[in-house]
């Protein structure tokens, strides 16, 4: 008899397990291919290593506006894949010495849950006290016509695929202007393939804050992406790609249209859990319908970030512990990891006005940062910060620029600690950095 079992080895699941095992739980991790998940191992940080490389590249070729030159400056795909998965191999080595340490059982299969209290892989029955469901999710497959054979003939591929290709493809067809389709068009365009995203709504980034959205898309445009919004593909033929007013050739299609929760073929069903619109629904303590069952990161459909998993989980093993913890969502960054950089926490202004929160906002150009001015060459980044008009605090932040990803957690605090504009502004911000912009942009409020 365990006190917990976990279900999926990504983020959520393994900080789950090394949380409850370092407080003394006996726990069981069940993982059925890899830990670390998707996001240490076909995701988050696979994905971030390619990154790096184009951005050094781009550095090389675009020295001499610096005063460095870099005659011959080449990106050699292969070897940039074989440090990807040298980075992937010592994580997941770091996840499993992890769990070793918290004394964590870790097994290896297709987890299928008999009921609330017991769970049985490769025909043995393991029990338990308590249960966290964390298996993640998958791609969506569109019923596209020829979707199927692309993805046999591997023409088609996914976030899974594309990150282990060994060589650029020419033409690359990326379906989905969101946070994967932008990433992956950013490698792929500074390795030297011609990328076209194809884009159902009227703007790429998803939820981003609209003028944000179109700075990152006329850069990529300047880059060389070629946009395709407003626009449903229809089909997938050997070499092209179809949609509503036209066709665009292929040598690879980048299948990333968003995810769906896993909430099939491990027995949930026999749980009594109850779901909604694809998802595991939970509490602010992540607990499910049923009393020793939580469930974390993308299967309850709230946040498909691994960090939120990773909050998620503390706080469902602090419940278990007894400990007073809950779960809030009002401050939970994002961030696109092109060049330049996009990040952004709490509302934007129209998710404010659709709650009815009447709201001052000020953007500031990059540009008023005088670090951000000396590394960069691109002077069109902005920040953004929006406050409650009526109480004065921070209740939104998004900028484009360099280092955004980085400094994005301040404005997280503020908004967490409901700051108000008045407390702000006695931060004292380290000069010279490109932070400084949050501040700039503070003391253009009238508190």
């Known amino acids: 008899m365990y006190d917990l079992i976990v279900i999926g080895g990504g983020p959520g699941g393994y900080l789950a397990a090394e949380r409850a095992g370092a407080a003394g739980l006996s726990v069981l991790l069940i993982e059925k291919r890899a830990l670390g998940g998707v996001c240490l191992n076909e995701g988050c940080i696979p994905s971030k290593t390619l990154l790096n490389s184009a951005k ?58 008999e009921d609330a209290c017991r769970v049985k892989v490769d025909g043995e029955v393991y029990e338990t006290k308590y249960l966290i469901i964390a298996t993640g999710s998958e791609p969506v497959i569109p019923p596209i016509d020829g979707l199927a054979d692309g993805i046999k003939s591997g023409l088609v591929v ?19 202007g969101g946070v994967i389709g932008l ?22 980034a998803g939820s981003t804050d609209d003028e944000i959205s179109t700075i990152l898309m006329n850069n990529y445009a300047k880059k060389g992406v070629e946009f395709k919004l407003g626009a449903r593909v229809t089909a997938v033929t050997d ?64 946040y ?43 509302e934007t202004e129209a998710t404010a006005k659709e709650k009815g929160i009447e709201t001052q ?39 484009i620029g360099s280092y955004a990803s980085e400094m994005i957690v301040s404005a997280g605090i503020m908004i967490e600690m409901q700051m108000r504009v008045d407390e702000v502004k006695k931060i004292i911000f380290p000069h010279p950095t490109v932070s400084e912009i949050i501040r700039e942009a503070i003391f253009r409020f009238n508190s």
């Open 56 to 113: 050094i590249y781009d550095y090389a070729k675009h020295g001499e506006a610096y005063g460095v030159s870099a005659k011959n400056a080449a990106l050699d795909h292969r070897t940039v894949i074989a440090r990807k998965n040298k980075v992937v191999d010592t994580l997941v080595s770091g996840v499993r010495a992890l769990m070793k340490a918290n004394k964590v059982n870790v097994i290896y299969g297709e987890a299928h849950i």
């Open 304 to 346: 498909m970030l691994a960090h939120a998993a990773y909050r998620e989980a503390e706080v469902a093993v602090n419940h278990i512990l007894g400990k007073r913890d809950v779960m809030r969502y009002d401050a939970v960054p994002y961030v696109i990891y092109t060049s330049p950089e996009v990040a952004g926490v709490g």
């Open 239 to 302: 070499g092209s790609v179809i949609f509503e007013g036209g066709e665009i050739p292929a040598d690879k299609v980048l299948l990333s249209i968003g995810r769906r929760p896993v909430i099939s073929g491990f027995g949930l069903e026999n749980t009594g859990v109850v779901t909604d619109k694809g998802a595991i629904v939970t509490d602010k303590n992540c607990l499910t319908s049923v009393p020793n069952i939580y469930a974390v990161g993308d299967v309850n459909g709230k």
């Open 183 to 204: 990433e992956m068009a950013a490698y792929f365009n500074s390795a030297g393939s011609k990328v076209t995203v194809v884009e159902m709504l009227n703007k790429i």
């Open 361 to 399: 906002s000020v953007t500031v150009p990059m540009a008023y940062s005088g670090r951000y001015l000396a590394e960069t060459e691109v002077t069109d980044g902005i920040c953004k910060i929006i406050i409650d008009k009526k109480h004065k605090n921070i209740i939104g932040a998004h900028m």
């Open 158 to 176: 996914t976030n899974r695929e594309i990150l282990d290709l060994t060589e650029i493809p020419r033409n690359l067809v990326i379906v989905g």
